[in-house]
Structures are given as C-alpha cells and as structure tokens.
C-alpha cells in the first residue's frame, strides 16, 4: 500500500510549503518506487484554500489519525491559538502513531498541542523566540534544515522543506530513490544536507599542551605541503607521540585531520569566493582539481562544483555546516 500523506491546511498556510509538499508527495513517481505516495489534503473548517482543491483526495480532521503522515506547513498567525479542533485531532494523530512533520510555525499546532515537551526541534528563526517563550521546555536548533526527534519532524521552512521532504523520501524509500528524486528536482543530494552536528574537528582539546600551537601552525598553511614530520617537528616531539595526541585531541590521525581542515577550508572558498576550483585546489593545498574534487566530493557527499550551485540556491548568505567525516590519510 502507498505511504498516505495529508497536507493540514491552516489559514493562513504558507504556499511555498505546499507547493514543496505537493511536488515531493502530490506527483505520480512511480518511475522511482511504485507505489509511491497517497497524497491528501485536509482543510479545516476555518481555512479557505484553493491550494486544497487542486488536490484531488481531501481528508476531514477527524481522518487525520488514519494518515501515515500529516503535514503542518508554516503560515500560521502565531499570535492567535490554532482552533481546537486542529489541536486535538494533531493530538490524536499522534496518539495513534502518525509520523507528524511541522513546517517553521507549524510547530505552534504541535506545541498547543503538548507534544513537544523535552524535544529538539527547528523553526524559522523569525519566531524561535516566541517558539521558546510560549514552551519553554523546548529546544530551538536553528542551525539545522531540519530536526527528527521523538518521531516529530521540524523544518524552518522555505527551501529546507524540501530538504525535509527528501528527507523522508530516503526514510520511506531509501537513500538511492532520493538520491534519484533529488538528481531529478536538481538539488544536492541527502548526504550534503549534514543535519547531523558532529565535534569540530579543528578542537584540540582542553588539557592537551601539545597540539594548540603545531594546529595553528597548520592551519596557517594549509596551501603548502605538510608532512607529519613537519607537525612533530613543530611540536618539538617525536612522531609517534604527536600521533597520539592527535587521536586522544580530534579522534583523528594528523593527516586525517589535515585533510578535514582543506575540505573545510574548500567549503568556505565555494561559499564565499568566485574562485575557480583550480585556484581552490591550490589555496587549500590539494594540489590539482581532480585531487580536490576526489577529498571534496568523498568527505561532503557530493562535488564542489555541485556543493557551490548547491550553497548560492539557498541564498542564505552563511555556512551551513556540513559534516566533515574522517578521512583517509593520505600525504
């Protein structure tokens, strides 16, 4: 049986997160995964939509519990209660085992409803402030696109729904159908997203006394060759003492982490500079565009090429963290 998904109209509801809804779950692709999705609307009694008509299958509130999935997309006037009835049927979905996926001030509903005490979630960091002032045992990350925690699904909206729809795609289907679907809508796919917060790898640890001044040292030149020698010479101690360091500091051996620091520093340079990734190759010392993109492309999950299309789509105007994962040594 297809995955059934209803789409809960507020009023007002943010176009751009049904649009988003009805383009992951609304479209026949069972090209991808057959059977795909049941997509529905559900339209409240206060909420006049035309979005709502142009989709063919319509749930009441009192069906929403029979849903697999119900969507809540941002819209909602903050400053006024959600009406009763949304609340409790988001209530009783929940208590039924729907999977419940908030869009930024959907997460409103699902806290008037009580079900985001102790959990971590995202919102649009335009209302995580009222967000934590009206439920002050939640936990706002608004560095994330999108959050699962406890089984509810949050998303600061805007262009990160569809992060989060993918999201679920690769839950449902797994990770080569959304690979395939983002290939597709031409956006990165699932493994650049990095909702997952992993240490900093350029922390060198508290007590140690060894590594603060050979990581600075490094990190300074990161477009020149650097050997392990070179890093324990700087350090003034032997080789292998160095090596341990690294691995009690980072987690990592040396030149894992000089790797992590160049793909790191690529990031940066694709975000934030035009430079051309030949030029990126040599600033981060990768040496050549083939080497730079093989590290690039294995560490982040997709090329550079594809990662700077990827950043300036989102318009964001900072970094969003991707995970850098150990890499292999390599000199």
């Known amino acids: ?170 839950l449902d289907h797994g990770a080569a159908v959304a690979k395939a679907l983002a290939h597709r809508l031409g956006m990165a796919p699932q493994d650049a997203a990095a909702t997952v917060q992993l240490p900093q790898v350029s922390d060198p640890g508290g007590a140690d006394q ?16 650097v050997t392990v020698d070179d890093m324990a010479q700087q350090a003034n101690v032997s080789r292998r003492t160095l090596t341990r360091h690294f691995r009690a500091s980072t987690g990592m051996a040396p030149l894992q982490w000089l790797l992590a620091q160049r793909v790191q520093l690529a990031q940066r340079l694709l975000e934030t500079t035009q430079l051309s990734i030949e030029q990126i190759a040599t600033q981060t010392g990768m040496g050549t565009a083939a080497t730079l993109r093989r590290h690039f492309g294995r560490t982040v999950g997709v090329p550079p090429d594809s990662y700077r299309r990827w950043f300036r789509a989102r318009g964001t105007g900072k970094s969003l963290g991707l995970t850098v994962a150990p890499a292999a040594a390599t000199s």
């Open 1 to 170: 049986m297809p995955i059934s998904v209803a789409l809960l109209f507020t009023s007002p509801s943010s176009s751009l997160d049904i649009s988003a809804a009805r383009e992951i779950f609304g479209v026949n692709r069972t090209y991808l995964a057959d059977p795909w999705y049941d997509f529905a609307a559900c339209a409240s009694d206060s909420s006049e939509s035309c979005d709502a008509c142009r989709i063919e299958r319509l749930y009441s509130v009192e069906e929403l519990p029979q849903a697999h999935t119900v969507i809540i997309p941002g819209g909602l006037d903050i400053h006024q209660a959600p009406p009763a009835a949304l609340v409790k049927a988001v209530r009783d979905a929940h208590d039924a085992g729907t999977r419940l996926v908030a869009v930024s001030t959907g997460a409103f509903v699902l806290g008037a409803a009580g079900l985001l005490d102790g959990l971590r979630i995202t919102t649009h960091w335009i209302h995580a402030d009222a967000l934590a002032a009206q439920y002050p045992r939640v936990t706002v990350d608004l560095d994330a696109l999108y959050v699962e925690d406890g089984g509810i699904l949050t998303s600061p909206g805007g262009a990160a729904s569809l992060e989060l729809f993918l999201h679920m795609v690769r």
């Open 210 to 225: 060894v590594l603060p001044e050979v990581l600075s040292w490094v990190t300074q030149r990161l477009d020149t060759p």
